[in-house]
């Protein structure tokens, strides 16, 4: 199975090759409640490693999403924008947010792992 690397921002990464696929976490789901709005970054557009890149909107508050690692954007979820409460059912799987080709795919290694994760959010 492919490893999921997590930011103390609250996206996640799973990489493939050269390319990693970016959402937003559970906690971070949880924490927006009802997502209304999923705005996304245009494929093409380079990004650097915590630029704020995608916004998600929810019944409480709107929230940038930031890149977790520096690269392209090659594909975006678009069924997110039909269907934003997706976030919600599914934030660290089906409703993944948009694809990167990373600049440095060695990078990853740097991210929080899943425990890592976990323990920075009961530590909150």
Same mark, same amino acid.
């Given at each position: 199975?492919?490893?999921? !690397?997590?930011?103390?921002? &609250? ?15 559970? &906690? ?9 709005? +999923?705005?996304? *970054?245009? *494929?093409? !557009? &380079? +990004? ?7 916004? +998600?909107? @929810?019944?409480?508050?709107? @929230? ?11 594909? =975006? %979820? ?5 269907? *934003?409460?997706? +976030? %919600? ?10 694809? =990167? !080709? =990373? ?14 994760? !976990? ?6």
């Amino acid at each position: 199975m492919t490893e999921t !690397r997590f930011t103390k921002d &609250h996206e996640w990464a799973r990489l493939e090759g050269d390319i990693a696929t970016i959402g937003i976490t559970d &906690h971070a789901q949880s924490a927006l409640g009802d997502v209304v709005f +999923v705005e996304l *970054p245009e *494929p093409g !557009r &380079h +990004v650097d490693a915590a630029e704020a890149c995608a916004v +998600v909107e @929810s019944v409480k508050a709107a @929230s940038d999403v930031y890149a977790p690692l520096a690269g392209t954007v090659t594909e =975006l %979820n678009a069924a997110l924008a039909e269907d *934003p409460a997706a +976030v %919600n059912k599914d934030a660290e799987a089906g409703a993944w947010f948009f694809k =990167l !080709r =990373l600049d440095d795919p060695a990078a990853f290694g740097a991210l929080l792992s899943a425990d890592d994760y !976990r323990a920075f959010v009961q530590s909150l």
